[in-house]
């Protein structure tokens, strides 16, 4: 009867181990009664603890549960309603899945589950400001995104113009000013400083102002190479690998971006019919790591598609070490000017080899 693997029995029976462990907090909470909102909170992150978990556990990696725990902690920092300490979640976690689960996939989670409770034990740092000194860009970084904050779309365009206008390259933009923001924004989301409409709102407005750079990223000249970009099947967060697929155009590829959350078959059918000398693909959330696993695994069995090289780019890649490798890439690279250059040599080892075939 129990013949799933333990992540998926964790993904099955997420509605009864939550209400389990609901419950329990509940039952340990002290001070007022949470209103709606509050309970909304706790409920969303205990449905990301289960999706890190199962996702820890699928690419037997406790580091990633690690990386949720740590986000967590600033998560719940402006919290004053969160009473229940994490140690105490993670032990009714721990009970929840002895509760529902067979006894050796019990096993396995409890692994994971100790793991998070030695690491939350400790108190761990986290970035607090992804705007800092060594930003060249620092000062207009902070402008823009206080212009976005004030929901300032046109003055933000103003300003991102005027860069322009003074010789600021469009590469020094994206990494400088749009990527630092975007990632303050996240933290601001994360920390509860922002509501989600107002992310949203930066997140579209950046999006926006890019689109005014096309007429200089675009041009009709020879191309030398051709790459495909997505965001990984279930991650709606396709900003930065937009950004690198600018990058490569500017560069003088011939860029196939397709955005985010497109099936793998959609993808793999598009690099078929494209034959590109190179394919990036982004993850932003880590739980979906094991989903670019998948993809490129199921590009290695295809004849057609086996040596195409591979990009991965994203937060979880650049926190975990080595995790590219372990999802079968070619290479990692943490911004566009990094991939280009990784990129040509890649296609440069490759013609190599051909040729010596």
Not at 10 to 29: G, I, N, P, R, W
Not at 112 to 119: L, P, Q
Request: glycine residues 6%; aromatic residues 10%.
């Amino acid at each position: 009867m129990f013949s799933s693997a333990a992540d998926e029995l964790l993904l099955h029976y997420q509605d009864e181990l939550l209400a389990y462990v609901s419950e329990k907090c509940e039952s340990e909470h002290t001070g007022t009664d949470l209103n709606k909102v509050q309970k909304s909170r706790s409920q969303e992150s205990w449905t990301y603890k289960l999706l890190y978990l199962a996702e820890a556990l699928h690419m037997k990696s406790p580091e990633i549960f690690h990386l949720y725990l740590l986000w967590d902690q600033a998560w719940t920092a402006g919290e004053k309603s969160d009473t229940v300490g994490m140690v105490k979640k993670l032990q009714f976690l721990d009970d929840a899945c002895r509760k529902h689960l067979p006894a050796d996939k019990h096993a396995e989670v409890n692994k994971m589950i100790a793991s998070g409770i030695e690491y939350a034990s400790v108190k761990q740092t986290h970035v607090t400001d992804f705007l800092t000194a060594e930003n060249p860009l620092l000062s207009f970084a902070k402008d823009y995104l206080s212009l976005l904050l004030d929901h300032k779309k046109a003055e933000a365009f103003d300003l991102i113009t005027g860069l322009r206008q003074k010789g600021i390259t469009i590469e020094d933009i994206y990494e400088y000013i749009f990527k630092a923001t975007q990632r303050q924004v996240g933290y601001l989301w994360q920390t509860n400083q922002i509501e989600v409409g107002q992310e949203h709102y930066c997140t579209a407005a950046t999006q926006v102002i890019m689109s005014s750079f096309y007429p200089d990223i675009f041009t009709s000249g020879k191309k030398t190479f051709k790459m495909v970009a997505c965001a990984a099947g279930g991650d709606i967060h396709e900003m930065g690998i937009r950004m690198i697929a600018d990058v490569f155009e500017m560069d003088g590829w011939d860029t196939h971006y397709l955005g985010g959350n497109l099936p793998d078959y959609e993808i793999i059918k598009h690099l078929k019919i494209n034959n590109p000398d190179l394919f990036a693909v982004s993850v932003t959330m880590p739980y979906h790591l094991s989903k670019v696993q998948k993809l490129i695994a199921s590009m290695r069995k295809d004849p057609a598609l086996s040596e195409l090289p591979v990009l991965v780019g994203g937060e979880p890649f650049r926190l975990l070490e080595g995790m590219w490798k372990r999802v079968g890439a070619d290479g990692f690279a943490e911004n566009g000017m990094i991939a280009v250059e990784l990129a040509n040599n890649l296609i440069k080892s490759k013609k190599v080899r051909d040729e010596a075939a």
